[in-house]
């Protein structure tokens, strides 16, 4: 079987696949924890990741979706970086392949760990190994031209929307990862790149026995983002690579992935984004919050908004599914790690101290 889990840690993500033949691929790192507050329910992600871990210390891939705080503290501190000596010792995690936005690349005016894992991506990318840039808008031929790198011999580096990720395949890995965005280019070619609206936007396919189990990776796309995905894949009669089975909802359940109104009780979503969770979305359906505790009021430290709450409630319940908040799991005064098994029979929940399953396999097309 293969293994999701994603961690408790607040409005931050943090997911962690381990696939069955070992590899492994961690989207985002975001140690939120504060050691000196005794009342911080965050786990402790650096200790949490070395446990699963053990004596491997190499990941072989490492997303990070968009260079923001909640997606990327303190991975200078963890992980071994090749572009400077003070990041690299025996303890450090080592990133075989890191895949990267192309705003990645070329955001400018970044300070602390953001401009560090720019760093590392700039390092990589114009070494011509160990890393996966996403889109190619003009400004990275651009890029690699004012350094006299011709860039056709970077065009193996790079992966646009709509097509699959080479370092992993169904028939060895057990998985595939289809990209949906970010795109090469958003409207006017003076478009403003913003990180949010160009960050990873994934679907992956598990497989197991013939059997496929589907979850779509959102970042902190804006509503705007998936209309343009939903349209796109529409477009090219692609509706299946928008499938889910399991869905980490975008940014922290913000309503602004939805809509631009949050609504009084629920919020209503465009056309698209309907489409998205309640017809791409697969009987049994789990919709995974990765947030603080979903508030009863409208209190100003927001998102998670309890309207966008209220609907994505209501997509699990026309499913027949599941809907989970990474810190109210499975209590709000003792949240641990969500952590889903993926197997012949779909995906099941790991309780964590009994080590038993405690919901029923997605229901698939088809299954017998």
């Not at 949050?262 to 979503?269: A, F, L, S």
């Not at 984004?273 to 508030?295: F, N």
Request: aromatic residues 8%; proline residues 4%.
């Amino acid at each position: 079987m293969h293994i999701v889990r994603f961690f408790p840690i607040g409005n931050a993500d943090t997911c962690l696949i381990e696939l069955a033949n070992g590899r492994r691929i961690l989207f985002d790192f975001a140690d939120m924890h504060n050691p000196d507050d005794a009342d911080d329910k965050r786990c402790d992600l650096e200790k949490e990741l070395r446990e699963i871990l053990g004596d491997d210390k190499v990941i072989d891939v490492v997303a990070f979706t968009h260079l923001d705080r909640d997606h990327c503290h303190r991975a200078k501190e963890v992980f071994w970086l090749d572009h400077a000596q003070k990041y690299q010792d025996d303890d450090r995690i080592k990133i075989q392949t890191l895949w990267v936005p192309a705003h990645a690349v070329l955001e400018q005016g970044v300070t602390g760990q953001a401009r560090t894992l720019r760093t590392e991506a700039r390092h990589r990318f114009i070494n011509g190994e160990g890393i996966r840039v996403f889109s190619r808008p003009e400004e990275l031929d651009d890029f690699l031209t004012e350094r006299d790198i011709d860039p056709a011999k970077r065009r193996n580096l790079i992966s646009d929307a709509g097509t699959l990720c080479p370092e992993f395949n169904l028939e060895h890995d057990g998985v595939e990862f289809f990209v949906h965005s970010p795109f090469g280019k958003r409207g006017d070619d003076d478009v403003v790149r913003v990180r949010n609206n160009d960050a990873l936007f994934m679907q992956a396919t598990f497989e197991v026995e013939e059997q496929q189990t589907k979850m779509v990776l959102s970042a902190d796309v804006t509503h705007e983002v998936i209309d343009d995905i939903v349209k796109v894949t529409q477009r090219h009669d692609r509706e299946y690579r928008l499938e889910w089975d399991i869905n980490n909802i975008p940014h922290h359940c913000s309503y602004k992935s939805l809509s631009d109104e949050k609504g009084d009780e629920k919020t209503e979503p465009t056309a698209t984004s309907k489409w998205l969770y309640e017809e791409a979305g697969q009987t049994g359906g789990l919709l995974v919050s990765t947030s603080k505790i979903i508030p009863d009021g409208d209190e100003d430290d927001q998102p998670p908004h309890r309207q966008a709450a209220a609907y994505y409630k209501s997509v699990a319940n026309q499913l027949g599914g599941e809907w989970i908040v990474s810190m109210e799991h499975p209590t709000k005064t003792k949240p641990e790690p969500l952590v889903i098994e993926i197997t012949s029979a779909g995906y099941k929940i790991r309780k964590q101290t009994a080590k038993v399953v405690i919901s029923t396999a997605a229901p698939r097309a088809g299954a017998q």
